[in-house]
C-alpha cells in the first residue's frame, strides 16, 4: 500500500522523547525489565494504601513508602530511584541514575529526551513521564502484556498550567474506552487521536495493522517512542514498524478518507469548551479541546466514522452531549445516528454546567491563578447559556455498518450510571450476538434457561398474599434490573430448558385464560389471548437481549 501524504516516521521531534536511537531504546528496557519497574513490582514497593494515593494523583504517601523501603532493604534503592524520577517528579544524582540504570546511564536518558538537567544543582528530572502499564492474561493464557508507557508529566508533577499541545498520559477515560471495547481479531484498525498509543497497544495484540492517528506532531512522536521501546512485547519488528503500525499526522478522519477498518476505535478531544472569535489552535488543548462549538467534534465523528468501516466493522467511542433544557438526553444523540448504521449509546453521567467547568478547569491546572479562574469558569457558564445547555452527559458509543445492503439496523439508547462489571467490552460484544440472534430466529421455537449470574428477588408489605414487587438482577456485565409482572416471573420460573418459550406461553395462557371460548378466543372474561401471547412473548425477547435468558444454545452473554 503507497505511504498516505499524512504519514509520520520522525523520530526525533522537538521536547518529546527520541525513538531514533534503537540501541538506547534496548538498552532501557533491559534496564526496567531487569529492576522490576512493572506496575506489580511497583505496587510491592510502596504497599497498598501509597498505591491507592498515586492513583489519586497524590504523591506525598509514595514519597515516604519509597523512602521506608529504601532505608529497609538496600535491594530497594535501585527500583525506588526510578520510583521517585518518573513516577514522583523528584530530581535525581547522575550516580543515582548511572547505579540504577546501567545499560543506558544517565547519559542515555538525557540522549533520548526523558530527562534533563536542574539548573545549578547537578541533578537530573524528568522531562517526561515514564510509567509501568499492563494487562492480564485472557482466560486462555493469551494477550497479557507488560509495558513502559511515556508521556508528558501530569498536572501533580509540575507547576503552571499545562502547555497547550500536553500529551497526556493513561487516565480515567482511556482506560474506560480500553475496558469498553469489544476485542475481536481484526485486520485492520485504526486509532483515532491516539494520544500517548495506549489504544493502539492494546489493538495490536488483536489486530494485523493498526493506523494510529492524531492532530498532534507530539502525540505521535510519544506513541511511536512507546511502540519501539515495547517492541518485543507487542510483536512488532522495530526496522518493519510499517508493516504493523502506520502513524498519522492530520485532523479526525481526514489521513484516513478513502479507507475502511474493521474495527475504529477513538477517544476523541470530546471536552466542550467556549470558543472565542479570533481563537488560535495554540489557545487549545490538543488532547481533550476538538476546536469546535458545543459536543461538534462528537457530533461530527458519529456522523462520519461509518464512512471508513468495512461492511460489518464497528467503531467504539467515548463522547460528552449537550443536554438541552427540557429535552430528553438522548434526544441530540439520537439525531446523529445514521438511519443505516446499528447504534448504541450508554450514558454513564450527567452533570450541570457548573460541575463540567470545575473539572476541566482543575484537569489543566487552571485554578493556580485566582483572576484566570474566574474568567475561565465565567466563560464555560455563559457558554454553556448561550446554546440553552442544563446538563452534559458522559457516555460510550458503539456504531456498525451492517454486513449487508438493506440489513435493518438496530439503535439503542439508555442510561446506566451504576457501577458496571470491568472489563465490560466482552459483555458488550455478547449483547450484541445476542441481539443479532433474535433477529435470526424465533424466541417462540426456542428453549430457554436462566442465566447463571440471575437473581430474583420479591417484596411484599408484611401480611399481603403476593408480592406487590418482582425483581430480576444481573450479578455481572451491565448488572441490570428488571421489574416482572406476576406473568413474566411465572414464564421466567418455567425456563429450565425442558420447554420452549412457545409453550411455556400457551401454559400460562390456559392457566391465566380459564374462561376461554372453544375458538380460544378468551372475549368471555375479557382476556385477549392473542394480545397476551404477543406481549408475553415480547417482553421474553427483551429479556434474551437483556442477558437475563440464553438459549439453551448459547449466543452470547451481557
Known amino acids: 500500500m503507497p505511504k498516505s501524504p499524512y504519514e509520520f516516521t520522525g523520530g526525533n521531534t522537538p521536547d518529546a522523547p527520541r525513538s531514533d536511537l534503537p540501541d538506547l531504546l534496548t538498552a532501557l528496557a533491559a534496564d526496567l525489565r531487569r529492576l522490576d519497574y512493572t506496575p506489580d513490582g511497583v505496587a510491592r514497593l510502596l504497599g497498598a494504601a501509597a498505591s491507592a494515593a498515586l492513583n489519586r494523583d497524590q504523591i506525598i504517601p509514595a514519597l515516604l513508602a519509597v523512602d521506608r523501603a ?40 538525557l540522549e533520548l529526551g526523558l530527562v534533563e538537567p536542574v539548573p545549578a544543582s547537578g541533578l537530573l528530572t524528568a522531562k517526561a513521564d515514564l510509567r509501568p502499564y499492563g494487562w492480564e492474561p485472557n482466560e486462555d493464557g493469551s494477550g497479557g502484556a507488560e509495558l513502559w508507557v511515556a508521556s508528558d508529566l501530569a498536572a501533580h508533577q509540575q507547576a503552571g498550567v499545562l502547555r497547550h499541545d500536553h500529551v497526556l498520559g493513561i487516565g480515567q477515560a482511556s482506560t474506560t474506552l480500553v475496558q469498553t471495547t469489544v476485542r475481536r481479531h481484526t485486520e485492520r484498525a485504526l486509532d483515532l487521536g491516539t494520544g500517548c498509543g495506549i489504544q493502539s497497544f492494546h489493538l495490536l495484540h488483536h489486530c494485523e495493522h493498526v ?11 510519544y506513541t511511536r517512542f ?13 526496522d518493519r514498524l510499517e508493516d504493523r503500525v502506520s502513524l498519522r499526522l492530520g ?3 481526514e489521513p484516513v478518507a478513502g479507507e475502511e477498518f474493521g474495527l475504529v476505535v477513538s477517544n476523541p478531544p470530546f471536552v466542550i469548551t467556549p470558543r472565542s472569535a479570533g481563537e488560535d489552535a495554540a489557545d487549545q488543548f490538543t488532547y481533550r479541546d476538538g476546536g469546535l462549538p458545543g459536543d461538534e467534534i462528537v457530533s461530527s465523528l458519529v456522523r462520519a466514522l461509518p464512512s471508513v468501516l468495512a461492511p460489518a466493522g464497528t467503531a467504539q467511542l467515548l463522547g460528552n452531549w449537550e443536554v438541552m433544557a427540557g429535552m430528553s438526553w438522548h434526544e441530540r444523540p439520537q439525531s446523529w445516528a445514521s438511519s443505516d448504521t446499528d447504534a448504541w449509546f450508554i450514558q454513564r453521567e450527567q452533570v450541570g454546567p457548573e460541575q463540567y467547568a470545575e473539572t476541566w478547569l482543575q484537569d489543566a491546572s487552571e485554578g493556580r491563578d485566582r483572576e ?16 440553552n445547555v442544563e446538563g452534559i452527559g458522559f457516555g460510550m458509543v458503539w456504531l456498525r455498518r451492517p454486513a449487508a445492503p438493506g440489513q435493518a439496523p438496530f439503535t439503542r439508547f439508555e442510561e446506566i450510571t451504576y457501577p458496571i462489571e470491568q472489563p465490560i ?14 433477529a435470526a430466529h424465533s424466541v417462540e421455537d426456542t428453549h430457554l434457561l436462566v442465566a447463571e449470574d440471575v437473581t430474583e428477588e420479591r417484596h411484599q408489605r408484611p401480611g399481603a398474599e403476593h408480592p406487590g414487587v418482582i425483581l430480576l438482577r444481573q450479578g455481572a456485565g451491565l448488572r441490570r434490573t428488571n421489574l416482572l409482572s406476576t406473568e413474566l416471573a411465572g414464564f421466567v420460573s418455567a425456563c429450565d430448558g425442558d420447554l420452549t418459550a412457545g409453550q411455556i406461553a400457551g401454559a400460562l395462557e390456559a392457566l391465566l385464560g380459564g374462561g376461554l371460548t372453544s375458538s380460544g378466543t378468551g372475549q368471555e372474561d375479557g382476556f385477549d389471548a392473542g394480545s397476551f401471547r404477543g406481549g408475553l412473548l415480547t417482553e421474553v425477547a427483551n429479556l434474551v437481549r437483556d442477558g437475563f435468558l440464553i438459549p439453551a444454545v448459547e449466543p452470547g452473554r451481557d
Request: a negative charge; glycine letters at 8%.
Open 70 to 109: 529504601a532505608r529497609q532493604d538496600e535491594g530497594n534503592e535501585a527500583l525506588a530511584a526510578v520510583v521517585r524520577l518518573w513516577l514522583l517528579a523528584e530530581p535525581q544524582a547522575k550516580e543515582t541514575l548511572d547505579a540504577a540504570l546501567p545499560g543506558i546511564g544517565a547519559k542515555g536518558l
Open 425 to 438: 467490552g466482552p459483555h458488550l460484544g455478547a449483547a450484541v450476538e445476542r441481539i443479532d440472534w433474535l
Open 251 to 253: 485532523s479526525l478522519l
Open 226 to 238: 512507546n511502540i519501539l521501546l515495547n517492541a518485543g512485547a507487542l510483536s512488532v519488528d522495530p
Open 372 to 387: 484566570h479562574y474566574r474568567d475561565a469558569y465565567a466563560a464555560y457558564l455563559a457558554d454553556f447559556e448561550s446554546r
Open 211 to 221: 493506523t494510529a492517528t492524531d492532530i498532534s506532531e507530539r502525540a505521535l512522536a
